[in-house]
């Protein structure tokens, strides 16, 4: 932008009111500072544009063609200031959003189609993305991340927690004698058992389950040897008796109603993974971000006190 862009906004807004005197009051600020502009810009530009007195002043010829043509440009501004201002109040324009496959359906594809009933000016699109968050390559305005972030290179809001169940097919189960007596006594037998991993887990997953009423702890290791880009490909291959994986709550409950699916560890939980709101603006964030961010933690809510997460 023109460096004496502010000093051409003034000049228009001094011939607008009449005077210095009414520039500054509007402008709210005072006479000397309106003067300084005005000299500032007639020095760049090496001519005069007013003519002024202690009674009047008098746009000069190149100061007349000098004021259209500002005076376009303080329309510009004003308009571009009030699109801003108005996408404040009412979310409005293009949003985009990333989200991992296990929460799009249940969560943030319902929140943001419940949000665009609401205000129907809004235009969203939803990515999945079970990878690491990168705002960059997708140009995503926001992402909801499971787990914590590695880097605080961007800005994160909690907005819920998430269960996760480790689960085989029944025949699966039964052919491997995954019993939980035994596997109490030596959970480390699940490290020749098949684990069919989400890309984004790596090949070694460790994790701790706690008996949820004696608050026994169990030390589990597995070594994934079969691997997907989505969890909806992993529940495939697991309901189809190709190994272990592990799941969220609310779509296991499903599975395991329909006798599809079996928890490895009845009784036992692992620690709730954070979910995360994330985006790269510097301080508050667009409305249409915040509103987006506010109705999918509430849609996340709503699955969880509804005991299906």
Known sequence: ??????????????????????????????KSVVSQHLRALEEALGVLLLKRSTRQQLLTPMGIEFFERCKKISELVDEAWDIARISQVEPKGMVKISSPHALIEPVVSPAVGHLVSIYSELVPTILAND?????FETAADLAIHVGELPSSEYRQRRIGSLKKVLCASPSYILNHDLSIAKLIKDPSQLLACDYVANIWEGKSIRYTLQHSSSGERIEVSLEANRFNDSVHSVISMVKAGAGMALIPEFMFENLRRKGELENIFPGYTIPKI????????????PLNVTMCTDFIERQL????SSGSA
């Not at 990878?131 to 705002?135: E, F, K, T």
Request: aromatic share 8%.
């Open 1 to 30: 932008m023109n460096k004496f862009m502010r000093h051409m906004i003034i000049f228009t807004r001094v011939v607008e009111t009449g005077s210095i005197t009414a520039a500054a009051r509007e402008l709210e600020v005072g």
């Open 131 to 135: 990878g690491s968050v990168d705002l």
């Open 274 to 285: 954070p979910i995360y709101a994330v985006h790269n603006y510097a301080k508050t964030p």
């Open 301 to 304: 809510r709503n699955l969880t």
